[in-house]
């Protein structure tokens, strides 16, 4: 193949993931909200207003911390999916507290509309949430961050925890 020549190689590809992170928060919701309304509800506590209130609050809060942790990468002309082919790692923003601040913010949307909907489903939905990401996101991203970014990576991993 030359410079001249039409077809070009296609770049390879990012981390071999089998699993769509927001899904994880879509099923989480919807899932959690179905069995709460239609088969049974399984209260937390006696929920009042303030629950609610502190419930959404996080849940905004943690929504706006994905999408800024977005705007960093789309800031740098990089795709946030994670079988995409990433050019280079950010360490700072939302990325030097957490290595995954996106998967973090699904675990405690569906954690804190679990406080607000007063609803053990959305916990358990954060909990299992964590498993799957992790197994089949998180540790594949990470083997193809060392390979791709190997001593630099491997300094930042040891510096950041995985979750929080």
Same mark, same amino acid.
């Given at each position: 193949m030359n410079d001249n020549d039409p077809i070009k190689k296609i770049r390879e590809q990012g981390a071999e993931t089998t699993f769509f992170p927001p899904?994880?928060?879509?099923?989480?919701?919807?899932? %959690?909200?179905?069995?709460?309304?239609?088969?049974?509800?399984?209260?937390?506590?006696?929920? #009042?207003?303030?629950? $609610? *209130? @502190?419930?959404?609050?996080?849940?905004?809060?943690?929504?706006?911390?994905?999408?800024?942790?977005?705007?960093?990468?789309?800031?740098?002309?990089?795709?946030?999916?994670?079988? %995409?082919v990433q050019s280079q790692l950010f360490?700072?923003?939302?990325?030097?507290?957490?290595? #995954?601040?996106?998967? $973090? *913010? @699904?675990?405690?949307?569906?954690?804190?509309?679990g406080i607000a909907f007063n609803s053990w489903w959305y916990i358990l939905s954060s909990l299992i949430s964590i498993p799957i990401l992790t197994i089949t996101v998180i540790i594949p991203e990470e083997k193809y961050l060392e390979k791709e970014f190997g001593k630099v990576y491997l300094d930042y991993k040891k510096s950041v925890r995985r979750w929080l």
């Open positions: 899904y994880a928060l879509l099923i989480g919701l919807l899932g %959690s909200s179905i069995i709460d309304s239609f088969l049974i509800h399984l209260p937390i506590f006696e929920g #009042n207003w303030f629950f $609610l *209130a @502190i419930g959404l609050s996080l849940a905004v809060t943690f929504f706006g911390i994905a999408i800024y942790t977005l705007k960093i990468f789309g800031d740098n002309d990089e795709n946030a999916h994670p079988k %995409s360490v700072g923003g939302t990325f030097q507290y957490s290595r #995954n601040p996106i998967y $973090l *913010a @699904i675990v405690i949307i569906l954690l804190s509309c």
